[in-house]
């Protein structure tokens, strides 16, 4: 086999895998997951309330980082924390990006102009301090309230699904 040939075929079973994966992959086994993680219902839901307010704040690179050390600070379940962050996807994240701008922008003054295209805390960086700190603040308001929803969200679902069981 030629180079070429062996590049192609290669290719062509990392595509038919992640196929595969994407195809494997959907809500109802996320959530079966979900299910599966153990502690009682405050230690879930305090983990995943933190993955959630995480999430909405403009520190994308960081985001598992820094839920499961807030989850370890907070005894949170570590787990729920890091698939909570999930929240912020590839959809939501422009969302949360510009409403954390408005919000910090709002709160801190004008500080500058803003591009939905920055799609980590690195890039915003480069805009200067300004524009970061108005996202970090706006992130940090914008996610106390779906953090907390999150808690109790989790935290009915895990006792209903834990009465359930016994």
């Not at 086994?29 to 009682?40: I, T, Y």
């Not at 403009?58 to 379940?77: D, M, N, W």
């Not at 922008?105 to 803003?114: E, Q, R, T």
Request: one cysteine or more; a positive charge.
């Amino acid at each position: 086999m030629h180079e070429k040939e062996m590049k192609k075929t290669k290719q062509d079973s990392t595509v038919k895998k992640s196929e595969n994966f994407l195809k494997k992959f959907n809500i109802r086994e996320f959530a079966d997951r979900v299910k599966e993680l153990h502690g009682d219902p405050h230690y879930v839901a305090m983990g995943m309330a933190i993955g959630v307010f995480i999430s909405i704040t403009p520190t994308i690179p960081f985001h598992t980082a820094i839920a499961v050390a807030l989850a370890f600070v907070f005894r949170g379940s570590k787990v729920a924390a890091a698939l909570g962050v999930w929240f912020c996807n590839p959809l939501t994240a422009p969302l949360f990006y510009w409403g954390s701008y408005k919000a910090g922008m709002f709160i801190l003054g004008d500080p500058g102009a803003f591009n939905v295209k920055f799609e980590s805390i690195i890039e915003l960086l480069k805009l200067g301090a300004d524009v970061t700190m108005a996202m970090i603040t706006g992130g940090v308001i914008l996610g106390i309230l779906p953090g907390i929803a999150a808690y109790f969200l989790t935290r009915k679902i895990f006792i209903t699904i834990r009465s359930r069981k016994t």
